[in-house]
């Protein structure tokens, strides 16, 4: 009936009408990027309450610092110049349009975009938790908010960046923000060295507990919740089509989160005999990383296909790279976003659709859409690598990445910010010591 009056109206009554619904449409994508925006920085919270449970509780103060220094040093650094390098005029590789700048219109994108580099940023903190001095990690806050982070970034979702020319598909930053944070989180990690206790002399692994599971399950809820927003948000819009859409992959990143948290509890169970809490958490957040890429191009049981096997491959990463190559990652976050946020933009070269056409190497898709997934991760992984690297290095032989050794055994709430998380009488590693001490004198 709607239509028919249209049909029948005068054109400019037509035409205020159809200025009217876009004008609608606008406010309500405007609405809806803030809103998911709002949920991402909750994410914050999240990765504090999973750092902290996970690790020791000598150091939750200067985990929290950290966690508080990345938001607010990548609000204002990615206001200044990252949204710039991001989004301005470019060659495909390097944007700039001037400092500060963005489409003042439409800051709900700068907010949005904002709180995704707070993102990557943080990733790096888990793996290096316990250990690092604080100095060191503001410098390299800054550098990934500013530099690292923002120059990947509009490789892909700069519509003139070089890999958006050739296809490359990564919806919500399965390797924009998850890789870009997990391989840089690698690097840190090898550089600063194992924590103390971590590895014995003949190179076993030893597991240094969190001090509060609680905390860091409830971190993994408000994570898997802010991942709504992660990735619904990145529609980017709101009404008709686009309504669709954003509920879409709002079910797929719920689909995959619980695909991989099984994933991951069913293969720890089997290998540990037991069902292990760490593993399974870190299942959750493997699926919600395997999905944020592909939730704009994946059915749903390619969504929970690509979580189940994000969680699968997180337990045997994680023991890998601890077990293996003698890399102390206190968290995990090499594994839950590094591989995992690979495997996450991969997976869309093998089973990804384009609406209801098959793009995938096993569903009629052909080799191409493989090789650019490949090109796209390969090319992410090399820039995190090799920046973070250049940095982290130069930072290691000037100020200097680790704290002393008394300093960590003592906990860097004291020695870093004079202040505990949980004041008391507690274990402090008093126990380390005496056994240090027991070891020097039969050496002598």
């Not at 400092?99 to 993102?119: E, I, R």
């Not at 060191?136 to 990934?144: E, G, K, L, P």
């Not at 004041?423 to 008093?430: A, E, Q, T």
Request: neutral net charge; glycine residues 14%.
């Amino acid at each position: 009936m709607t239509d028919f009056l249209l049909t029948i109206a005068e054109p400019e009554v037509v035409q205020d009408v159809a200025k009217q619904v876009e004008a609608i449409k606008g406010d309500l994508s405007m609405l809806w990027i803030l809103l998911s925006g709002i949920l991402v920085f909750l994410m914050q919270a999240g990765f504090t309450l999973v750092e902290s449970g996970m690790t020791r509780s000598k150091n939750v103060v200067n985990i929290a610092m950290k966690n508080a220094l990345d938001i607010a040093v990548g609000s204002l650094v990615f206001w200044a110049v990252g949204y710039s390098l991001m989004y301005g005029s470019t060659n495909g590789w390097i944007g700039w349009s001037g400092f500060a700048f963005y489409n003042k219109q439409d800051p709900s994108d700068l907010f949005f975009q904002t709180v995704f580099c707070a993102t990557a940023a943080t990733i790096v903190s888990g793996a290096i938790a316990g250990r690092t001095k604080y100095t060191t990690y503001i410098i390299f806050s800054v550098v990934m908010t500013a530099l690292i982070y923002p120059i990947a970034g509009g490789w892909q979702w700069n519509g003139d960046g070089w890999l958006a020319k050739q296809g490359f598909i990564d919806f919500a930053g399965s390797s924009i923000v998850h890789s870009v944070g997990g391989w840089a989180a690698l690097i840190a990690a090898i550089l600063v060295g194992p924590r103390l206790g971590k590895y014995t002399k003949d190179g076993k692994a030893i597991t240094i507990q969190g001090h509060n599971k609680l905390l860091a399950t409830l971190g993994v809820f408000i994570l898997w919740f802010g991942w709504f927003g992660f990735n619904g948000g990145s529609q980017l819009a709101w009404g008709g089509d686009d309504s669709v859409g954003a509920a879409k992959v709002v079910l797929l990143t719920n689909l995959a989160a619980a695909a991989g948290t099984l994933g991951a509890l069913i293969i720890s169970w089997m290998k540990y005999k037991k069902p292990n809490l760490d593993m399974t958490l870190n299942g959750a957040l493997a699926g919600l990383v395997s999905i944020t890429a592909g939730c704009g191009n994946m059915t749903e049981g390619g969504a929970v296909l690509a979580g189940l096997i994000g969680g699968v491959i997180v337990v045997f990463s994680m023991e890998f790279i601890e077990q293996k190559l003698k890399i102390d990652d206190a968290v995990g976050a090499v594994s839950v976003h590094g591989v995992v946020g690979a495997w996450g933009t991969l997976v869309i070269g093998l089973w990804g659709v384009d609406g209801t056409t098959g793009i995938g190497l096993f569903n009629g898709g052909g080799a191409t859409q493989f090789l650019t997934q490949l090109i796209g991760t390969v090319a992410y992984a090399v820039w995190a690598l090799v920046t973070s690297f250049v940095f982290l290095f130069g930072l290691k032989k000037t100020i200097g990445l680790r704290v002393t050794e008394k300093e960590e055994i003592e906990g860097l709430d004291l020695s870093e910010h004079g202040a505990l998380a949980y004041p008391g009488k507690r274990n402090r590693g008093s126990e380390y010591l005496e056994e240090k001490k027991e070891k020097e004198l039969e050496l002598v």
